[in-house]
């Protein structure tokens, strides 16, 4: 924070340091030299014979926190402080100059004013300014908060799960950041995380941008992260010929698939469609041969019926570029009888890991002679497959011919992947997500809890008709521990909550969050996201009065100075569908909520309170008269939004509550504003109108499919798409605010 | 990968060697990137080119002992990223001079300076030499030195994402 102290002590303020009694210049030194170090610092100003003191905070959260404490410290005796919220006066010139500082100082009158005939005044001045000493002590030397010390890596993993969950990329990124700063990980785990992260935000244009991706290509990585890689690459090249069925554009996009990315065949069983046709091309292109084409597409079949017809006309395509190739044989040769006499059974095998048949390598070595080489093979097929059946295989038989001596003595990396393999078959069960939950429900499986992504992402998610029996089954303790650890679970269901619309399962997780009464980032945008989804699914009245309770407890147990907002933005969230209208559990949520927030009542901003009155206007509710009573008399909350006057405003997003009190609020905040809201699927002609015809197009990517972002970006042109990385209106109304 | 201790009784013929070999293969072909990680370093001979045996492979190398920075500046030209991380020592002064004096005209190595470095290595993308040598006259022949080389491409990755994370240009 640089404050310029001859400016202050110059022309608007009478008083000059030089020249004040020798006590009161120590007193001004002190402060002075306190704000030069990012302490919180007070400095007065005095003009026509009233005094003000302005109070400087180095952060917006310390200015908040300053702001409530001179509340309490100074108040209404002796400041003018619960009218005017210290905010500056912009009508005056010296404040006019304060008001460009990054974090604007408070400013407070002391009151009573000076007059002729009480000495009032004087007694006023020497208790604040005794008051201002005794409390920038007690701020500036108290103990660091033991909020400030990093969270273990198991937490910021688990936040990180629920913003990846909920498609917050302000949160997600945060985390990462976190990670990066605090956590004992390697570089490359850092490099894996943030892939995962892009993945899990399905920005495949930031999987490809990655700085670290050419190194990750190069190395050997986790499944998962080789299948978000060709996730992003179906999706960059491959995606749009593919879902017209346009082979011959397919075979030319396999061309143009850049060297870096051949290394994407993974040789294990594939389980998705993009999946099977990354590898397919990449196979086709680097001409292999027909037993493992026939595979791939044998494979293709179990996943999508249509999908083997489709290869396999690109393949044909091929062929008939370079026609030295015959069409694929139909039935496979068994791989033993595709011996060549001049090759010895080492080499075929050696040739098949080359090309990726890892299955097939480890079991033709399973029949051969123990060496070396044949160890060699089996270790690095198993290791890259990571099928425990194949790994138990491996091991059975390094353990039975006796050769971990000869890999001791070996090379590194045979050691390494030796010990991988011991690891990975160790005795007992196999993890899961059931035993995760099985191990959440008793006192055992600690280990398996803090289980981090690298391990949880091969796992399968549980279906539906499971997670709900589980949910249904579980006591208030286990919810409570899923609520707490629950992060990663979350992102690796998240489908089943946005897809199915099951309003009880997120009544059950919303539960969980309340049960364990945690308090981070990570919990707030779960909430608002299971909200959402609770919402659209049309719950009945009892699940929707209990969702409310429990978000209520969430809601007591994250309120504080800095998430205000976000209380006010579950509060519009929750209050904006019919079903809340005829609630009477609605009402009570809206005092709870008001009631809650009110000891950080001069940390609402005038948006808030706006949403505030909307909504105690939509309920037949009072507003609680001290929040409007500190609403500032001369500040305009429409200002930051006044550009927007007379154009045609579009907000698109999955979350109908957030885009409607958004517009609600800038109608009420811009009178001649065109705002619509939309959550029209892509393609349609409607959003393509709204996506032409608009002239700001507000985009809320935490809460919109990637087609439809994709579909109006393109709609749009060259003209601007306002992208909004949080749910909730505030996170909307922000974004326009800043232009 | 390959471990190699020096006992700094004079020059190490395994080191210098292994030096050597792997600058004439980068020289042959340069890697697209190069760094090298040196707390202090000095202008050590890293080819023995006085009889001019390399003269088959690279005609134009002069014969005589060739100088670390001499190769840098040579592959830089070739179209090579060549880093050198260093301190801010007085000792590193005349290479660091080396670096960018005698390459006045055309691409040349970057000088980074990290006066906390402590970290010893050379990577390519073709190998990483990492240990306790620094490249100088002691580093190469009086310390006792351990100097573990990677050409597992694996590893190498592992490596410039470890280094590309930590000492990324401004």
């Not at chain 1, 080359?354 to 051969?368: D, H, M, N, Y």
């Not at chain 1, 609402?604 to 309170?609: F, V």
């Amino acid at each position: 924070m640089s404050v310029d102290f001859k400016e202050f002590f110059g022309s608007g303020n009478d008083i000059t340091p030089t020249r004040v009694g020798p006590d009161f210049q120590l007193i001004l030194d002190n402060f002075m030299a306190g704000i030069q170090q990012r302490q919180i610092g007070f400095l007065p100003r005095s003009s026509q014979g009233r005094l003000w003191w302005y109070g400087f905070a180095p952060t917006p959260r310390q200015q908040r926190e300053t702001l409530a404490i001179l509340d309490s410290w100074i108040g209404p005796t002796f400041s003018d402080l619960p009218h005017q919220r210290g905010a500056l006066n912009p009508t005056d010139p010296f404040d006019a100059v304060l008001a460009n500082a990054s974090v604007k100082p408070l400013r407070f009158e002391v009151l009573p004013r000076r007059t002729a005939d009480s000495e009032e005044w004087k007694h006023a001045r020497s208790r604040v300014r005794d008051a201002l000493l005794v409390l920038t002590k007690l701020l500036n030397g108290r103990p660091p908060s033991e909020f400030d010390a990093p969270r273990t890596t198991v937490e910021v993993l688990d936040d990180l799960g629920h913003a990846i969950a909920a498609r917050d990329r302000a949160v997600a990124l945060a985390c990462l950041r976190e990670l990066e700063a605090t956590a004992d990980l390697d570089q490359a785990n850092l490099a894996f995380l943030r892939l995962r992260l892009f993945a899990g935000l399905e920005d495949w244009k930031a999987v490809l941008a990655d700085r670290d991706l050419d190194h990750v290509l190069a190395m050997r990585r986790p499944l998962s992260v080789t299948q978000v890689i060709q996730q992003a690459a179906y999706a960059t090249w491959f995606a749009p010929y593919d879902a017209a069925g346009n082979e011959e554009e397919l075979l030319g996009a396999v061309t143009a698939l850049p060297a870096a990315f051949r290394p994407l065949f993974s040789g294990t069983p594939r389980t998705s469609r993009a999946q099977a046709v990354v590898e397919f091309l990449i196979e086709v292109e680097n001409d292999t041969g027909d037993d493992t084409l026939n595979r791939l597409l044998d494979e293709a079949g179990t996943i999508e019926p249509g999908l083997p017809a489709h290869l396999r006309n690109v393949l044909y395509l091929r062929r008939e570029q370079s026609p030295q190739h015959s069409a694929p044989s139909e039935p496979s040769a068994p791989e033993d009888q595709l011996d060549s006499s001049s090759e010895s059974p080492l080499e075929r095998a050696t040739g098949l890991m080359a090309r990726g048949e890892l299955q097939a390598a480890i079991k033709l070595v399973l029949t051969l002679e123990p060496s070396l080489h044949a160890a060699y093979l089996l270790l690095t097929c198993a290791r890259d497959l990571q099928s425990p059946q194949q790994a138990a295989l491996a091991l059975e038989y390094i353990s039975t011919h006796h050769l971990q001596g000869l890999i001791d003595g070996a090379s590194a990396r045979l050691r390494d992947d030796l010990a991988w393999l011991e690891q990975f078959t160790q005795a007992g069960p196999r993890l899961d997500w059931r035993t995760w939950l099985d191990a959440l429900d008793g006192d055992h499986g600690s280990a398996t809890l803090a289980t981090g992504p690298e391990i949880t992402d091969g796992w399968t998610p549980l279906s539906s008709s499971a997670l709900t029996a589980w949910l249904h089954d579980a006591s208030d303790g286990t919810l409570g521990k899923l609520g707490e650890l629950g992060g990663q679970f979350m992102a690796a269901h998240r489908d089943i909550f946005a897809e199915d619309g099951a309003a009880e399962l997120s009544e059950r997780i919303l539960a969980g969050l309340a049960l364990s009464g945690k308090n981070s980032a990570g919990v707030r945008v779960q909430t608002q996201a299971l909200l959402d989804y609770l919402l659209s699914a049309n719950p009945a009245s009892a699940v929707f009065a209990s969702a409310l309770e429990w978000t209520e407890l969430i809601v007591s147990a994250n309120v504080s100075a800095v998430t205000t907002t976000w209380a006010i933005d579950i509060l519009q969230a929750a209050t904006a569908t019919s079903a809340a209208a005829t609630s009477p559990a609605t009402i009570e949520l809206f005092y709870k909520i008001t009631n809650t927030v009110r000891p950080f009542k001069s940390a609402l901003n005038p948006t808030d309170l706006e949403a505030i009155k909307l909504i105690a206007s939509e309920l037949g509710a009072g507003v609680p008269e001290d929040l409007l009573a500190d609403q500032v008399q001369d500040a305009d909350p429409g200002a930051p939004y006044r550009y927007l006057q007379d154009s045609k405003v579009v907000l698109y997003s999955l979350t109908e509550s957030a885009t409607t009190r958004a517009a609600q609020i800038l109608r009420i905040l811009v009178p001649k504003i065109d705002i619509e809201t939309s959550a029209e699927h892509d393609g349609s002609s409607k959003l393509a109108a709204q996506a032409a015809n608009a002239d700001v197009f507000v985009v809320v990517t935490a809460s919109a499919k990637h087609a439809a972002t994709d579909f109006i970006a393109a709609k749009r042109g060259a003209r601007p798409v306002v992208l909004v990385n949080s749910r909730g209106s505030s996170a909307i109304l922000r974004e326009l605010a800043e232009g | 990968m390959r471990r190699i201790t020096t006992v700094g009784a004079g020059e190490t013929r395994q080191l210098t060697d292994l030096l050597q070999n792997l600058l004439v293969s980068e020289l042959l072909a340069p890697s697209s990137r190069l760094w090298v990680l040196s707390p202090w370093i000095s202008d050590i001979v890293v080819i023995d080119n006085a009889s001019g045996q390399f003269k088959s492979v690279l005609p134009a190398l002069p014969a005589r002992p060739i100088r670390l920075t001499e190769v840098l500046i040579d592959l830089a030209r070739r179209g090579s990223d060549v880093r050198v991380i260093m301190r801010d020592e007085s000792r590193n002064a005349v290479t660091g001079q080396r670096l960018t004096d005698l390459a006045p005209v055309g691409p040349r190595p970057s000088l980074l300076i990290r006066n906390t470095l402590h970290d010893k290595g050379m990577v390519s993308d073709r190998f990483h030499v990492h240990g306790s040598m620094n490249f100088t006259f002691f580093g190469q022949r009086v310390n006792q030195e351990g100097v573990t080389v990677v050409s597992d491409p694996d590893q190498i990755a592992r490596a410039w994402v470890e280094y590309q994370n930590r000492y990324q240009l401004p």
